[in-house]
């Protein structure tokens, strides 16, 4: 079974300074799809990234952006200029080729320093 | 529009009460979600309706009973809850498939207290 770890239970970075957090998942597929989900205080997850595993180069949207390492089964969310906003729980995923349901690893919880 | 949508928002219920939680998206997706997330942990999946046909049911208790009336809609009845099932229920909807636009979509979340 697919296993996703977040080693940093929480984190914190000065606003507009830039933060990485980190996500590591075990598979034995080689085709996958990987994402970062942000739970702010509201609750409701919403989707910042994925990436597709096939894929080699690293997503990015806006100042979210990626550094997915599919040898070391590594996939890191870097933030860039953070603001107020970003605060919330990021909750890496990961999901089979197939039509499978999420893998969610247990969160890091972002606080941004004004 | 990538809405998804709960209600109510926030529920108290009591042991023997029954209750249901709605969800509705209107983005043509064909496999909806329901998660259990309990506070600073990530959510729990809990079933999962592929066509209006329930796929996946992750051992659930038989107090919470899916339903899935169209495509639009997913319901989650709830009967003789324990104050253990107090949390937070998130639906979820996805396109099917295997492919990278299966991707889920979450609403807000009914925040469940049984008492």
């Known amino acids: 079974a697919q296993t996703v770890t977040q080693s940093q239970p929480e984190m914190s970075v000065q606003e507009a300074e830039t933060v990485t957090l980190s996500c590591t998942y075990d598979?034995?597929?080689?085709?996958?799809?990987l994402f970062w989900y942000k739970q702010p205080p509201s609750r409701q997850m919403i989707l910042v990234i994925r990436q597709e595993a096939y894929k080699q180069q690293n997503a990015t949207e806006n100042r979210f952006s990626v550094n997915f390492q599919k040898a070391a089964k590594s996939f890191s969310l870097k933030i860039s200029d953070s603001q107020l906003g970003d605060a919330a729980m990021y909750f890496c995923a990961y999901r089979s080729s197939g039509n499978t349901p999420l893998v969610f690893g247990k969160g890091t919880r972002l606080s941004v320093i004004a | 529009d990538t809405e998804v949508t709960q209600t109510p928002k926030h529920l108290v219920m009591g042991m023997t009460n029954k209750k249901s939680l709605k969800c509705e998206q209107h983005m043509g997706h064909r496999a909806m979600y329901w998660y259990k997330q309990k506070a600073k942990k990530p959510p729990e999946l809990m079933f999962v309706y592929s066509y209006e046909k329930l796929s996946i049911n992750e051992s659930v208790p038989s107090r919470f009973s899916p339903e899935c009336p169209n495509s639009s809609l997913l319901n989650l009845h709830l009967h003789a809850l324990q104050p253990e099932d107090s949390a937070l229920y998130l639906c979820a909807s996805s396109q099917e498939g295997t492919g990278a636009k299966n991707i889920q979509y979450f609403g807000a979340g009914t925040r469940l207290s049984v008492l």
């Open positions: 598979t034995s597929e080689s085709d996958y799809y």
